[in-house]
């Protein structure tokens, strides 16, 4: 029962951090100069689409089990663990995306970045799914392989490709910018290691329990603070530029 | 049936309290200079997280009795007070933010400053939390005593460290910072009190509807008032900057 509840208490306040957070982003992308509001605009549509798909997740879960005298058991409606993988299709691009609009770099770097950045996150994310719905331990770890390839190609166009990009930065905004790749860089970790729990017999409840407050707290980091850094980064940028808001 | 209800209505007239004075919050930040938004924009995100939260807390009041032959009783489905504490998670730590973000002090004064209020708040609410699920008084009592070391430290910082960085204040903002203080030293009191009350033999019926009206009026103080005043602070700051809304 305590562990039903761990799980849907905390679904709920991913909820209401994901929209609040959206709010946030959507009013406050007006501080920041009009070169790098499209990075901010784009933090609250993430956090958006992850408070929907975490509403349906809480749901979800919340069909899948029953009290029955003190103690929740599966009432037979499975768990919808699709919803992650929508949100993610459509989410992990636009993380990527915040961060590269919000370095306002020229068209001709951005552009080409983007495209292989997308391509990649669709790739990593598609490529996870077949495995994750997979009991057969084989079909897991092949599929598991096959995503970390591009998983691994992103941390190359981030800490290599845009490194270089960002080199002429100001302190400030260099920092921030390593802070925000080094959430990606943490936080986008929590999936594969939670992907890889029950191939190494972490079943039953507490693995899943595990999984599910892995997922959501890596979730809440991933977009939220995330988001958070990404306006910093906009700030500082606009600060620099000698920007007054108006 | 009185008890019953009396609560609920409450809970529905904090429901309405806290989204209409968010609405406020978000229209009325254009009101005051750019450099105070971000604390109003703040107070609003506070109060639509409780309003959600409310709306979670009443549904959960409404499944937790049901009417019968003129009599609510117990249904067996546990009232989730876990609500409040994922409620307060998020927004204690904001509270402060809007106090600190709203006297728009200097970086370097203000950044360790909210760092050591949110751990602290977080520190609070985390260490409370196993005392109010617990209903062995020793337990209650012990997690009491550890949340108030950091709601002790809280006040320390508001009174002693940001009392110093607002004397070069007006003596309006002054003094409405003063009365924002009073709000947080006054209303928060009711949390640690509300604990104590079933360990201090106020239990059943009255000791449950006793708690849930205090803690509802605590949190439209703590947070519909507190956003005004904090508006109020925000609108004194811009007009001593000759600020005028465009």
Redesign the interface.
């Given at each position: 029962m305590g562990q039903f509840?761990l799980v849907s208490?905390?679904f709920?306040?991913t909820?209401?951090?994901m929209?609040?957070?959206g709010?946030?982003f959507f009013?406050?992308q007006r501080?920041v100069a009009p070169a790098y509001r499209v990075g901010v605009i784009v933090s609250g549509i993430v956090v958006f689409i992850a408070g929907y798909h975490y509403y349906r997740i809480w749901e979800s879960w919340g069909a899948a089990y029953a009290?029955e005298a003190?103690n929740y058991v599966a009432t037979g409606t499975p768990f919808n663990e699709a919803y992650r993988y929508a949100d993610w299709l459509i989410t992990v691009p636009l993380l990527l995306v915040e961060l590269v609009a919000v370095l306002g770099l020229a068209k001709m770097v951005a552009g080409p970045m983007l495209r292989n950045l997308t391509v990649a996150s669709f790739a990593m994310i598609l490529l996870g799914y077949p495995g994750e719905i997979s009991s057969i331990a084989g079909t897991r770890w092949l599929f598991w392989f096959l995503a970390m390839i591009p998983f691994l190609y992103i941390l190359y166009v981030l800490f290599v490709q845009l490194g270089k990009a960002i080199e002429s930065e100001s302190g400030e905004v260099a920092s921030l910018f390593k802070r925000a790749r080094a959430v990606i860089a943490v936080s986008w970790w929590v999936y594969p290691i939670a992907f890889v729990l029950p191939m190494i017999g972490l079943s039953g409840a507490v693995g899943e329990v595990g999984l599910q407050v892995g997922y959501s707290i890596a979730d809440l980091i991933a977009k939220a603070f995330y988001g958070v850094v990404i306006y910093q980064i906009a700030k500082a940028k606009s600060d620099a530029d000698g920007y007054?808001?108006?």
């Open positions: 509840d208490n905390l709920s306040l909820i209401a951090t929209f609040a957070s709010i946030f009013l406050a501080q009290l003190g007054q808001p108006a």
